[in-house]
T-cell receptor, first 114, second 114 residues
Framework: EPEVTQTPSHQVTQMGQEVILRCVPISNHLYFYWYRQILGQKVEFLVSFYNNEISEKSEIFDDQFSVERPDGSNFTLKIRSTKLEDSAMYFC????????????FGNGTRLTVT | AQSVAQPEDQVNVAEGNPLTVKCTYSVSGNPYLFWYVQYPNRGLQFLLKYITGDNLVKGSYGFEAEFNKSQTSFHLKKPSALVSDSALYFCAVRRNQAGTALIFGKGTTLSVSS
C-alpha cells in the first residue's frame, strides 16, 4: 500500500536556524497538509495545500513558516528561524481528492530545537 | 469554528471488557467525523469515519462508533478490548467542504490491562 514518507525522522537544530522538513505524499493525492504534535499532546493543524497554493492555515502558521511543492513529488515545510517552542513532531498528510477519503499520515519528523 | 472535545485524558479497561472512548464535536453544518489511532513513534492511522447514513459505523480492528446528532457525540467503542488496543486515540472533525482540514481532539490514551 502506498505511504506518505517523511524525512528526516529526527532533526536537531539550534535556535534561530532554518529547517526544512520534507514529505513525499502519495502519488495520486491532491491535497497536502502539515500538522504538528508537541510531545504526546494534541495534533494541531498548521496548513493545507492544494493546486500549488495554501488553501487553509491556522494561527500557528505565521510568517516563520512556509510550504512549497518544489517538484511533482515533494512537499516541504520550512521554518525560517526556529524557536525552542517549535520542538515537536511534524506530520505530513495527504488525501486523494474531493471525496471523503481519510487522510494518510506519514510517520513524522521529530524536530528538536536546542 | 469547528472543534472536538475528548473529555478523558485516559481510559483504563481490562482485556475482554467493552471499551468506550468519548468524543463530542462542534461544527457548523453537517459534520464529517473520524477516529484515528496513534502508536508510539508512529503517524496517525485511520480507524473509521462517519459521513452520512447509519449512525453506527464500523471500522478497523473491530472498532465501531456511534454518531448521535442530538448529543453532538461520536463515541468510539469496541465490545471486547485487547491489550494491543493500548494506544492514543484521536477524534477529528472537518467541515462539509472538499479538502478542508481535519481538526483533532487532544487525544485519549487507552490502556488495556491483561
Amino acid at each position: 500500500e502506498p505511504e506518505v514518507t517523511q524525512t528526516p525522522s529526527h532533526q536537531v537544530t539550534q535556535m534561530g536556524q532554518e529547517v526544512i522538513l520534507r514529505c513525499v505524499p502519495i502519488s495520486n493525492h491532491l491535497y497536502f497538509y502539515w500538522y504538528r504534535q508537541i510531545l504526546g499532546q494534541k495534533v494541531e493543524f498548521l496548513v493545507s495545500f492544494y493546486n500549488n497554493e495554501i488553501s487553509e492555515k491556522s494561527e500557528i502558521f505565521d510568517d516563520q513558516f512556509s510550504v512549497e511543492r518544489p517538484d511533482g513529488s515533494n512537499f516541504t515545510l520550512k521554518i525560517r528561524s526556529t524557536k525552542l517552542e517549535d520542538s515537536a513532531m511534524y506530520f505530513c498528510a495527504s488525501v486523494r481528492a474531493t471525496d471523503n477519503s481519510p487522510l494518510h499520515f506519514g510517520n513524522g519528523t521529530r524536530l528538536t530545537v536546542t | 469554528a469547528q472543534s472536538v472535545a475528548q473529555p478523558e485524558d485516559q481510559v483504563n479497561v481490562a482485556e475482554g471488557n467493552p471499551l468506550t472512548v468519548k468524543c463530542t464535536y462542534s461544527v457548523s453544518g453537517n459534520p464529517y467525523l473520524f477516529w484515528y489511532v496513534q502508536y508510539p513513534n508512529r503517524g496517525l492511522q485511520f480507524l473509521l469515519k462517519y459521513i452520512t447514513g447509519d449512525n453506527l459505523v464500523k471500522g478497523s480492528y473491530g472498532f465501531e462508533a456511534e454518531f448521535n446528532k442530538s448529543q453532538t457525540s461520536f463515541h468510539l467503542k469496541k465490545p471486547s478490548a485487547l491489550v494491543s488496543d493500548s494506544a492514543l486515540y484521536f477524534c477529528a472533525v472537518r467541515r462539509n467542504q472538499a479538502g478542508t482540514a481535519l481538526i483533532f481532539g487532544k487525544g485519549t490514551t487507552l490502556s488495556v490491562s491483561s
